[in-house]
């Protein structure tokens, strides 16, 4: 049964405490295999991926044909029948119009004594994308890491999909393509993000890999996090709703049910202040539980870790809200901008009655790849950004450098680093002269 | 020797290579005794981080000992010498005056269907730094990770820096001060980054640790890594010049030796159009050698890591530094925005002969923490981005959902998550009746 808690009764902290802390992922240690499958790769470089391939996709692969070929990838999207392919395309055009208001801006300046100041952006070299065989290969999720790399102005934008046994999704092709994938690899698992990061003779290495995958390519990504950039590790997903008692307990049950039909480990919680309105949200969801495609999943995580909270007060909503850092935070009130000057740690946010959280994993434009386990408190979801750095500048004039010189002088001599003092100090005699 | 090439001769890419990979870090696996004092950490507190301080430190500290009391952080600050204090006050306001223009903007708009759309910054709640202890106590690098988190405008701002045998580092305390740091605990190692992340009952837990430390430090900021947000892994640092022939050879020397004269592991890279002039430098840094302070430390990263390298042009010049993607780079050049144009990776760029990199690391005003061991490729230095969070926001109207809804639906039934297009299509359906 899932928690109903209600904020004024004496074992509330403890209650809320335990949906903090729940421990909704076994940290299954892949390490070791993981690190035995990095060294293959750099070793032996195609043949290893290929074997690998082989092992746990059951599939034959030739260093010809590791990546889908554009015959491949043309027959595999004339597959995709008109309607989805129209959903696909306007997702991908709503995804882009958002991430190209994200361009980060240059600057420069000079300084009250001539020295210019600034920093300058660019894309990075090359991101590959994994995107995950069987059940969880999303076609959304293409486009969500793929596009913010385009608009980023990635040259070159590769991406690794498993095909167990042979079996494509038509629609990661397709999203691939309208986001300016480069080139699919069929190839998974930590063998992928191996070659991705240390390249072989057929794929040229990347600079940044991105992307959900299972343990196995969780680890490899933490492992080669240093040689290439990585997106964050992803933990299961989850929703808080905040509600007051005028909304329809069928809506928000959907809502809630739309996390927790993602995994048995995610975390869909309601934040109410009205005690009736949450009891009636319990009796939706179990309504729709019946004849829920994914009953089994989602019955399992809203069993175990889902909560209805009662709170006095939109307030206390917003403090707890912050308390859990949520994923997604769905504000289903009558003044949702009010509520939401209250929040400060959330991955996203969804404003009043007629915003579904599915519109943001879809369509809405915003990101859906987000911070989850609370850590919406110091990170952000994917951005253009992640697809770019920044190189600071400056330039010194000779006036500049007489004027904050002798400083940098005097802290390098309190450092003991007497070359940083030099440096500075032979370019001022120069000027002394 | 450091190594002398020539882009012309036969073994140019080998020996270029071979810089490039020069395994400059010995990586030292100290993974287990960290797991082992974090897990005593979280298990016993204070009492942990005393006995391990007490252990690792020589010194013997209480709860109410733990942090400097504002009365010892006073005295310690009044020993400072003016002229000290008057540079690092200097410092503080360049570096100020940088970071604030990088302080993010919020964003809203409205798209063709009346839908809102954004996004929203915010600052983490808390951060901790971590300021190693004896001979790499530096006060700049205290400015430089927590001028940014002032900025971003965090909350709660604490540094632990332990203090081996009882020494302090009066600079580093008034750096602290000159930053807006709340507290200063005065512990280290692992255990402090255990401390941190987790808290105890002395130490509130904090969302982001940033600063540099040692191997333990590292290992213990890699596996708190998800818990709280933490900065990139600082590997050794490195500088690559480029200069054409109108340099004055002792100046370029310098600039060499002030990253030379950091670690063992640092690595000094001259790309030169001019041979002899390469030669002249390799001659200036020999002689400046016989009398450097930390010649020891300078003389084996030169022998070990450095380089002289002559290029055709300064086209291959960038070329060249763009497969490095150098931590600082150099443009001593007579046009170097013409060549900061060609560059494509660089953690730092200093332009003109008039901009030592030692100015970048004290009082230019631009982040001393940046990416090293080719990592510009892909990460950035430190910025006030590091201390903020990026919240989306999207609110649909009716009709909004009405136009995009459907398309939404469609996508949640291709990918099979059934319970996403009900959550949409329940809303649809009232705006049907």
Redesign the interface.
């Known amino acids: 049964m899932p928690v109903f808690l209600d904020s004024r009764d004496a074992g509330f902290e403890a209650g809320f405490s335990g949906l903090l802390n729940a421990k909704r992922e076994d940290a299954v240690d892949v390490d070791d295999t993981v690190a035995a499958i990095i060294a293959d790769v750099r070793a032996r470089g195609d043949a290893a991926v290929i074997e690998l391939t082989q092992k746990f996709d059951r599939i034959a692969l030739t260093p010809d044909t590791l990546a889908f070929s554009p015959e491949e990838i043309e027959a595999e999207c004339a597959r995709v029948p008109a ?2 392919r ?3 395309e ?2 991908a055009t ?1 995804i882009r ?2 991430h190209e ?1 994200q361009r980060p801006e240059d ?1 420069r ?1 000079f ?1 009250e004594y001539g ?3 600034g ?2 952006w ?1 894309p ?2 090359a991101a590959g994308l994994y995107v995950p065989g069987g ?1 969880a290969s ?3 999720s293409v486009l969500m890491n793929a596009i913010p790399a385009q608009v980023a102005g990635v040259e070159r934008l590769v991406i690794c999909a498993p095909t167990p046994d042979g079996v494509v999704n038509p ?1 990661v092709l397709l999203a691939a393509k309208l986001s300016g994938v480069e080139t699919v690899y069929r190839i998974g698992g930590a063998q992928a993000v191996a070659a991705l990061a240390y390249g072989t003779e057929t794929i040229a290495p990347v ?2 890999i991105t992307g959900p995958g299972n343990a196995y390519v969780a680890a490899a990504k933490r492992r080669v996090f ?1 040689r ?2 990585i997106d964050m ?1 992803a933990g299961p997903s989850e929703i808080l709703v905040i509600a007051d008692k005028d909304n ?1 307990p ?2 928000i049950a ?2 809630l ?2 996390q ?3 995994d048995e480990s995610a975390q869909s919680l309601l934040v109410t202040t009205d005690e009736g309105f949450g009891r009636a949200v319990m009796q939706a969801v179990d309504a ?1 539980l019946e004849t ?3 009953r089994a999943i ?1 019955g399992a995580s809203w069993r175990d870790y889902g909560a209805v909270v009662v709170v006095r007060d939109l307030a206390e909503a917003a403090r707890l809200s912050d308390r859990v850092a949520p994923e997604h935070l769905e504000l289903c009130v009558a003044d ?1 901008e009010a509520l ?1 000057a209250q ?25 859906h790849v ?2 989850t ?1 609370r ?7 994917l ?1 253009v ?1 992640d697809f770019m ?10 006036e ?2 007489a004027a ?5 002088e ?3 001599i ?11 100090r ?2 001022l005699e ?1 000027l002394n002269r």
Do not use: C
């Open positions: 309607a989805e129209a959903a696909l306007l997702a709503r119009a958002y208001s600057k300046w300084d020295a210019e100041l920093w300058r660019g990075v070299g059940l999303y076609p959304s629609l600079d940044k240093g290439v950039g590790i329809d069928d809506w959907l809502d049910l739309s927790a039909e993602h729709r829920l495609e994914r989602a949702p939401l929040i400060n740690h959330a991955g996203a946010v969804f404003l009043g009655h007629w915003t579904p959280e599915a519109i943001g994993d879809y369509i809405g434009g915003p990101n987000l911070p386990a850590s919406a408190r110091f990170s952000s979801g951005s950004l750095k920044r190189t600071t500048l400056a330039r010194m004039t000779p500049a450098l904050i010189g002798p400083a940098a005097q802290l390098a309190s450092e003991s680093l007497e070359a940083h003092g030099l440096s500075v032979a370019r120069r």
